[in-house]
């Protein structure tokens, strides 16, 4: 049986928020992204781009590593959960390098020994994901000195109307929809995915699956979706029966399936 608390409401309502605020003191610094979900690295690189700041993205610690020396950037957010190398590790290496400036570690793992181990493998700081642009903002200014005066305000306001899925990006229709497009291409098939893993009784692939798909939707402000990938993790967990976990497959594809239906037009720039 289904407990009720573990259940999203599956009513998608239009949320109202004020505007957001997106600095401008820092364009010009150079980030390193090292974050292997790739719809986690396209949002993040959006944000730090509309901020007028240059990012280089790695996909795993070790290219983290690799990309580091070549490219010096002002500040790094690690991902703390990678294959290959993760980023306690790519830290460790990182600072053995004689690299000295700041490194921010991301994890949705919070706890205050998750906190601790980063600090301990040399990182400056930590932000909890799925990370919150505000949150994002703040350490920026924690670590980095403004890079001179900025042009015309210091901030930009962003005054388009936010669904769902905007509630958690600062962008403008052409930037929700980017986002949205990008989750999509990461995504749509993942429904797909668990059924035929679920048939295979693979519940590790199914977790490490879900683990992206629940990071993803929370990232971008897809909380129903966020909260129906948490319940099958539960699930999981609790080694549930399949029936169970069929139920919330169902209504995972139904999400999935609504996003892709409803989006709105993509609008690129004419080369």
């Not at 998608?12 to 980030?31: A, D, N, V």
């Not at 959006?46 to 610690?61: F, K, N, P, R, S």
């Not at 109307?161 to 995504?187: K, M, Q, W, Y």
């Not at 977790?207 to 992206?212: G, M, P, V």
Request: aromatic share 4%; charged share 20%.
């Amino acid at each position: 049986m289904l407990e009720s608390d573990e259940i999203p409401d599956m009513t998608s309502t239009e949320s109202s928020m004020p505007p957001i605020l997106i600095p401008q003191e820092f364009r010009g610094c150079r980030i390193l992204v090292a974050e292997d979900n790739a719809f986690n690295r396209t949002i993040i690189s959006q944000w730090l781009t509309m901020a007028g700041i240059e990012v280089v993205l790695a996909g795993t610690g070790g290219e983290a590593c690799s990309v580091l020396a070549a490219t010096d950037p002002d500040l790094v957010l690690m991902d703390v959960r990678m294959p290959d190398m993760n980023g306690i590790e790519a830290a460790r290496h990182i600072r053995k390098s004689g690299f000295n400036k700041p490194i921010v570690g991301l994890s949705a793992a919070t706890s205050h020994a998750d906190q601790t181990a980063c600090l301990n493998a040399g990182m400056n700081d930590f932000l909890a994901k799925p990370m919150d642009a505000d949150e994002l903002w703040g350490c920026l200014t924690r670590w980095l000195q403004p890079s001179g005066r900025p042009e015309g305000d210091a901030r930009t306001i962003d005054k388009s109307s936010r669904t769902e899925v905007g509630t958690r990006f600062p962008g403008n229709a052409d930037h929700l929809a980017r986002a949205r497009e990008a989750f999509i291409t990461c995504h749509r098939d993942d429904s797909l995915q668990l059924q035929s893993l679920l048939a295979k009784g693979d519940y590790t692939g199914m977790a490490n699956l879900l683990h992206a798909l629940k990071g993803s939707s929370a990232t971008i402000g897809l909380v129903t979706l966020s909260k129906l990938a948490l319940a099958l993790e539960k699930k999981i967990q609790m080694q549930a029966g399949s029936e169970e976990m069929l139920q919330l497959i169902t209504w995972i594809d139904e999400q999935l399936a609504h996003l892709v239906e409803s989006r709105p037009p993509l609008h690129l720039p004419h080369e």
